[in-house]
């Protein structure tokens, strides 16, 4: 049982060089999340999708674009990456049955925009 | 902005020893989660406890959560080497959107 899985790992990308991170989750769950984590900031919520065919934005949805492929994919775009978008970004994704279910998170996506 | 704030940001104890983080927030909630997470890896849930709720117990997991003063503490008893890890509250309000809001994390180290 994978969980969360997200893909690249790691990433180098030059400023105005645009990327797509990949997330895919297989326990079913209706919602799906990306967050942004950055030193003394804690999580910040980029986008969310609370079940197949929506998306909302977060805290922090500038600069980016996600898509909501299908119950098991959410994947997050940049499309002109920026120096201020280095960070490690994590996919969540939760049964939402309840209000405010718990989150299960892939393990991360460490970009570097140069 | 941040809802949750921990304290303190940085805590080291002996193997053996408890370990209390607490966790403030500002607005009404309808519950308050924790997750630790280790060096490299994604958060993984601890333990959840509702706005009706005052204490809740997982293991060697003691948390507590006093709605009058906006606050939460988690307690790990006989803190092991594997505990060391940020550990981070997040809270989901009971105004608005249904999304969680992580406060910036505890770094516990222990100490063998």
């Known amino acids: 049982n994978a969980g969360v899985t997200q893909t690249p790992k790691f990433q180098v990308l030059k400023t105005g060089q645009s990327m797509t991170l990949q997330c895919a989750q297989d326990?079913?769950?209706?919602?799906m999340y990306w967050y942004r984590q950055d030193p003394g900031m804690g999580l910040r919520l980029i986008y969310y999708?609370?079940?197949?065919?929506?998306?909302d934005k977060g805290e922090v949805p500038n600069g980016y674009n996600v898509s909501r492929l299908n119950k098991r994919e959410f994947s997050l775009r940049l499309e002109s990456a920026a120096p201020s978008q280095t960070s490690v970004y994590f996919c969540?994704?939760?049964?939402?049955?309840?209000?405010?279910?718990?989150?299960?998170f892939g393990n991360g996506t460490r970009l570097t925009v140069t | 902005s941040q809802q949750g704030e921990e304290d303190p940001q940085a805590l080291s104890i002996q193997e053996g020893e408890n370990a209390t983080m607490n966790c403030s927030y500002k607005?009404?909630?309808?519950?308050l989660q924790w997750y630790r997470q280790n060096s490299g890896r994604g958060l993984v849930h601890l333990i959840l406890?509702?706005?009706?709720?005052r204490e809740k117990h997982s293991g060697r997991l003691r948390v507590t959560l006093d709605t009058s003063k906006k606050s939460s503490s988690l307690l790990i008893t006989a803190s092991r080497a594997a505990d060391t890890a940020s550990y981070f509250c997040?809270?989901?309000?009971?105004?608005?959107?249904?999304?969680?809001?992580f406060g910036t994390g505890t770094r516990l180290t222990i100490i063998p």
């Open positions: 999708s609370a079940s197949e065919g929506t998306t």
């Open positions: 326990m079913n769950h209706n919602s």
């Open positions: 607005t009404s909630i309808n519950n």
């Open positions: 997040a809270t989901l309000s009971n105004f608005g959107n249904e999304k969680l809001t």
């Open positions: 969540a994704s939760s049964t939402n049955r309840g209000r405010g279910s718990p989150l299960h």
């Open positions: 406890i509702r706005s009706n709720e």
